[in-house]
């Protein structure tokens, strides 16, 4: 039995729910606790003195959280079996800042770092040599190695890279943003995310990654055999993923999602916006090597030439591919499709998320990125950079001016050769100004227009007005006004739980995990999992539900429903610190988030759609940045828009015809009205042609009331508010005539003002006839209070001893078979 269990734990994974190709490494597992105790680059306490300094296995723990800045100096993991916990950190965790980790060794376990970059320049240097930063795996040694749960900006070149022999590797649930463009890097422009690049090893798998705002490789792929499974790539400029597909290499491709942004619209190198470019080194037909032919498999990936997935059929997964070769003569290009695998190869097992959820999985505040506390505000913009199309692809973090110094080494009008440390790499300094600030020439500001590497010479334009000599110090200046808007605020370092027993775990863990805070007990197994009791502490903090017991809210309702707001309401949580809401109309898969501010338990959203349903649900955030599951959903309908006006004419003494404005999208209408003080009656008009309704058996000398409401689904689901209530009457001692009419004359109407009246009011009839024409005004009973026979057009009458209310008056002329005109007035 013992052996058995011993044979089951060496099977498990690194943490719960690794996956990939580097998943099975142990990593520190089993070994000493090192606690990173400052931020300094180097010495006692330091994470360099961890990695660097410290043989054997061993699991690395922070006490602190802020900014590690390494001034350009690299950290080297040399050691075997470590295991990086990155989000043990208090305050606002740990940053890794102008250097990189440099892995030349096996089974290593790296999470909850972030990683920016930048160009960092040590004094005298001319570009920038550290390619593929961040952390940078390059040794035959390196394998069984997973980056996961990291967040990797503003590198120049990519964020990170694997190269040389290194085999096993995994980078999952990453973010890679905005690496750096026309900056420091020596091949000149080279905004890159993730380089799985090595010419030997094998077996790369980087799954479930967020790409945002890198001009390409999103990733490369140049491994032997490569899987890139559930990656969301967002405004790249140039090619989302690329594949060079050298003689027996392999890959799957599968549910990855490409959506292009402001950048990708503007790349001439991409126009179709495809999502993978598959670029053939050899003809695979004819293959010449004797080895296998390369070959890809794609399945189930979504880009703008493929926006749904409509089938599996070959042709349709092979729309989101660009074929680009490179086969030079004898051979001859290979037609479309021709590495187009039909079966997958050596699949690791990667839990596939559907591309319908994935962008919202990997977004959520426990998705993709050193999520532990929570994500910074670098990851938040870029995030947020997608979710409302505003993605940049960056030169530069901030907006000063890079400025590389230099003594020239002589020159003439039109040339001039740059200082020994110059590159020898053509494309790093072309299209950037070069001025001369002290020496011959100075003042002079020119353009590189083309750089000879080897001979170090920069070609300018215009010329020189004065050539360069040996004594001219010159600067060559990056412009960086398209910037990411600067470094976040300063980390805050926190406060460290108290671990008595100094075994990693802090002493409330212990007693709520059944351990001893007293004895150093951190490679025990308590629960017989195969995980120590340190790895149980450390993988706890990438649960959702941790060990605060956050819960999420038991029960939403919206309230003052309108066709384009509501107030989403629901229920408070204890210990709450914020809320998160997402919500997204049903036939949009896209989620929107929302945050409410403190503990308030409703949002107010606006800009919905008319006639529409939605679903949300609400999280709760917790004290020390934990966070719950989402909560249940709950659906509900926008209103349509009710008509804009409604009235009553003409009006008899026994029928009345009701009338409104036609409403876009209507499929019916509901009329409710009464006599006054009288029962309230319904009545449905269906289809969205019909806007009035005659309605008769009503009482002569009587006060009606109605109002009308839209109904925009058949059911009666989705409908309107109704509108306000209006009031006619039925007249009392009309003529016996009154019943055939039915409306006001073509073209007539009367002008009534002022509305409300106090002293007196006036009608004007138009059009205007010099003959006899009868004013009749009844009470709001139903009563005449008035009548006036007149030849002129424009009537005024004292209102002085009328009481205050509501009036109805009718103008017809004899002759006439139609009413002229009626309505309503107030008296006050």
């Known amino acids: 039995m013992a052996l058995m269990a011993l044979f089951l734990h060496a099977q498990i994974p690194a943490f719960p729910g690794a996956e990939g190709f580097g998943s099975a490494t142990p990593g520190g597992r089993g070994g000493q606790i090192i606690k990173v105790t400052n931020t300094n680059a180097s010495g006692p306490g330091s994470l360099r003195q961890a990695l660097e300094n410290t043989p054997g296995k061993r699991i690395i723990i922070f006490e602190t959280g802020g900014e590690i800045d390494l001034q350009g100096n690299n950290i080297e993991i040399s050691e075997p079996f470590v295991t990086i916990a990155g989000q043990t950190a208090p305050g606002d965790g740990i940053m890794i800042k102008n250097g990189i980790i440099r892995i030349i060794t096996h089974d290593v376990i790296v999470r909850g770092l972030r990683f920016r970059h930048s160009h960092f320049q040590r004094p005298g240097e001319h570009f920038f040599n550290n390619v593929y930063g961040g952390i940078n795996i390059t040794s035959d040694s390196a394998y069984n190695i997973i980056i996961d749960h990291c967040s990797f900006a503003w590198n120049v070149a990519a964020g990170a890279g694997v190269l040389q022999g290194a085999h096993d590797v995994t980078f999952s649930w990453c973010i890679f943003g905005q690496g750096l463009h026309c900056n420091l890097h020596f091949e000149g422009c080279h905004s890159k995310g993730l380089v799985l690049h090595q010419t030997a090893g094998g077996n790369l798998s980087a799954h479930h990654n967020i790409f945002i705002s890198n001009d390409a490789r999103n990733p490369n792929l140049q491994s032997p055999h490569n899987e890139v499974i559930n990656n969301y790539i967002y405004n790249c400029g140039a090619r989302p993923m690329h594949t060079y597909l050298l003689p027996g290499r392999t890959a799957n491709v599968i549910g990855n999602v490409f959506e292009p942004g402001p950048d990708s619209y503007n790349s001439m190198s991409n126009p179709d916006l495809k999502a993978l470019l598959v670029e053939y080194s050899i003809n695979p037909q004819t293959n010449d090597t004797g080895t296998a032919p390369a070959s890809v498999y794609v399945f189930e990936n979504i880009c703008p030439d493929r926006p749904v997935i409509l089938s599996n059929n070959p042709a349709e997964e092979w729309l989101i591919v660009d074929d680009y070769t490179n086969v030079k003569p004898p051979l001859s290009p290979p037609p479309s499709g021709q590495a187009q695998s039909l079966t997958p190869f050596n699949l690791t097992g990667v839990t596939v998320t559907s591309t319908t959820d994935l962008r919202d999985v990997l977004f959520d505040s426990c998705g993709a990125g050193a999520i532990v506390p929570y994500r910074d505000s670098?990851?938040?913009?870029?995030?947020?950079?997608?979710?409302?199309?505003?993605?940049?692809?960056?030169?530069?973090?901030?907006?000063?001016?890079?400025?590389?110094?230099?003594?020239?080494?002589?020159?003439?009008?039109?040339?001039?050769?740059?200082?020994?440390?110059?590159?020898?790499?053509?494309?790093?300094?072309?299209?950037?100004?070069?001025?001369?600030?002290?020496?011959?020439?100075?003042?002079?500001?020119?353009?590189?227009?083309?750089?000879?590497?080897?001979?170090?010479?920069?070609?300018?334009?215009?010329?020189?007005?004065?050539?360069?000599?040996?004594?001219?110090?010159?600067?060559?200046?990056?412009?960086?006004?398209?910037?990411?808007?600067?470094?976040?605020?300063?980390?805050?370092?926190?406060?460290?739980?108290?671990?008595?027993?100094?075994?990693?775990?802090?002493?409330?863990?212990?007693?709520?995990?059944?351990?001893?805070?007293?004895?150093?007990?951190?490679?025990?197994?308590?629960?017989?999992?195969?995980?120590?009791?340190?790895?149980?502490?450390?993988?706890?903090?990438?649960?959702?539900?941790?060990?605060?017991?956050?819960?999420?809210?038991?029960?939403?309702?919206?309230?003052?429903?309108?066709?384009?707001?509501?107030?989403?309401?629901?229920?408070?949580?204890?210990?709450?610190?914020?809320?998160?809401?997402?919500?997204?109309?049903?036939?949009?898969?896209?989620?929107?988030?929302?945050?409410?501010?403190?503990?308030?338990?409703?949002?107010?959203?606006?800009?919905?759609?008319?006639?529409?349903?939605?679903?949300?649900?609400?999280?709760?955030?917790?004290?020390?940045?934990?966070?719950?599951?989402?909560?249940?959903?709950?659906?509900?309908?926008?209103?349509?828009?009710?008509?804009?006006?409604?009235?009553?004419?003409?009006?008899?003494?026994?029928?009345?015809?009701?009338?409104?404005?036609?409403?876009?999208?209507?499929?019916?209408?509901?009329?409710?009205?009464?006599?006054?003080?009288?029962?309230?009656?319904?009545?449905?008009?269906?289809?969205?042609?019909?806007?009035?309704?005659?309605?008769?058996?009503?009482?002569?000398?009587?006060?009606?009331?109605?109002?009308?409401?839209?109904?925009?689904?058949?059911?009666?689901?989705?409908?309107?508010?109704?509108?306000?209530?209006?009031?006619?009457?039925?007249?009392?001692?009309?003529?016996?005539?009154?019943?055939?009419?039915?409306?006001?004359?073509?073209?007539?109407?009367?002008?009534?003002?002022?509305?409300?009246?106090?002293?007196?009011?006036?009608?004007?009839?138009?059009?205007?006839?010099?003959?006899?024409?009868?004013?009749?005004?009844?009470n709001a009973t139903g009563q005449i209070i008035k009548t006036l026979q007149t030849d002129e057009n424009v009537i005024t009458i004292d209102t002085k001893d009328f009481a205050e209310g509501l009036y109805f008056y009718q103008v017809r002329f004899p002759n006439d078979i139609n009413l002229s005109g009626q309505g309503r007035f107030v008296v006050q």
Not at 390 to 411: L, N, Y
Not at 549 to 566: E, K, Y
């Open 378 to 778: 670098v990851d938040y913009r870029l995030l947020q950079s997608a979710i409302d199309n505003s993605g940049k692809i960056v030169d530069c973090i901030e907006g000063d001016d890079i400025i590389i110094e230099g003594i020239a080494q002589g020159g003439d009008f039109n040339y001039i050769q740059l200082d020994p440390r110059a590159t020898t790499e053509s494309g790093t300094y072309q299209g950037r100004l070069i001025t001369i600030v002290s020496g011959p020439g100075i003042g002079d500001t020119v353009m590189i227009i083309g750089y000879h590497g080897p001979s170090k010479t920069a070609y300018v334009q215009p010329g020189w007005s004065t050539p360069p000599t040996s004594a001219s110090v010159y600067h060559i200046i990056i412009d960086c006004s398209n910037n990411a808007g600067g470094w976040p605020a300063p980390l805050n370092s926190g406060t460290p739980p108290t671990d008595t027993d100094n075994d990693g775990m802090p002493d409330s863990w212990e007693i709520s995990y059944g351990t001893d805070p007293l004895v150093a007990d951190h490679n025990g197994d308590i629960d017989g999992d195969g995980y120590t009791n340190i790895e149980a502490y450390i993988n706890h903090f990438f649960n959702c539900a941790v060990i605060s017991g956050c819960q999420p809210p038991q029960a939403l309702w919206a309230t003052r429903i309108t066709p384009v707001s509501a107030r989403l309401n629901w229920d408070s949580v204890p210990s709450v610190t914020t809320y998160l809401i997402r919500g997204r109309a049903l036939d949009n898969p896209l989620w929107t988030y929302l945050q409410t501010p403190g503990t308030q338990t409703f949002k107010d959203v606006y800009g919905l759609y008319n006639n529409k349903q939605y679903i949300w649900q609400v999280r709760a955030v917790c004290g020390a940045g934990d966070t719950s599951d989402w909560s249940e959903p709950d659906t509900f309908a926008t209103g349509c828009y009710a008509p804009d006006s409604h009235w009553a004419s003409p009006v008899l003494s026994d029928a009345a015809r009701l009338n409104w404005t036609r409403i876009s999208g209507a499929v019916g209408y509901e009329i409710r009205g009464q006599k006054l003080e009288g029962n309230w009656v319904q009545l449905l008009i269906q289809g969205n042609t019909n806007t009035s309704k005659d309605v008769y058996g009503l009482t002569p000398g009587s006060i009606y009331r109605w109002r009308v409401r839209s109904w925009c689904d058949i059911n009666g689901v989705v409908k309107s508010v109704y509108t306000s209530l209006d009031t006619f009457i039925t007249p009392a001692n009309l003529s016996s005539g009154m019943e055939n009419y039915r409306e006001p004359a073509a073209g007539s109407r009367v002008a009534v003002y002022p509305n409300p009246a106090e002293n007196d009011i006036t009608f004007e009839i138009f059009p205007y006839k010099n003959e006899k024409k009868t004013l009749t005004i009844y």
